[in-house]
């Protein structure tokens, strides 16, 4: 068993940075590629990022320049660096474990089986 916890969200000004981080207790995620989503209101859950056990990193398309994946195994802690920011950024965030190692990591929302429970980030223009 695996428990995310996300901290780190909060109400930013467009073009400011955040940075979100992903605690895990129950098991370590040093073997894991673990990825981040977002869900803005009305839409569907959103793959962002991954990064894998050695610190490969893959960004979807509409993040990739201002986002960055880290990890920290020793804190058994993952982040999500969002420079930049864009009104379209506002959303929940998530991070979760995925069900397979493999690479390029996997995109689906039904390939990661833990979730924390999100944290909100809202942004003021």
């Known amino acids: 068993q695996v428990q995310l916890v996300e901290s780190g969200g909060g109400l930013v000004q467009a073009g400011g940075s955040l940075r979100l981080s992903c605690a895990a207790s129950?098991?370590?995620?040093?073997?894991?590629?673990m990825g981040w989503f977002r869900q803005a209101p009305g839409k569907e859950r959103e793959f962002v990022a991954a990064?894998?056990?050695?610190?490969?990193?893959h960004y979807s398309d509409s993040v990739k320049g201002r986002f960055t994946a880290s990890r920290d195994n020793a804190k058994n802690t993952v982040y999500l660096r969002i420079d930049g920011l864009k009104p379209e950024d506002a959303a929940v965030y998530y991070c979760?474990?995925?069900?397979?190692?493999?690479?390029?990591?996997?995109?689906?929302?039904?390939?990661?089986?833990?979730w924390g429970q999100g944290t909100q980030v809202t942004i003021s223009s």
């Open positions: 979760a474990k995925a069900t397979d190692a493999g690479w390029p990591p996997p995109s689906g929302a039904d390939e990661y089986d833990y």
């Open positions: 129950g098991r370590t995620l040093s073997s894991y590629t």
């Open positions: 990064i894998n056990w050695t610190g490969w990193t």
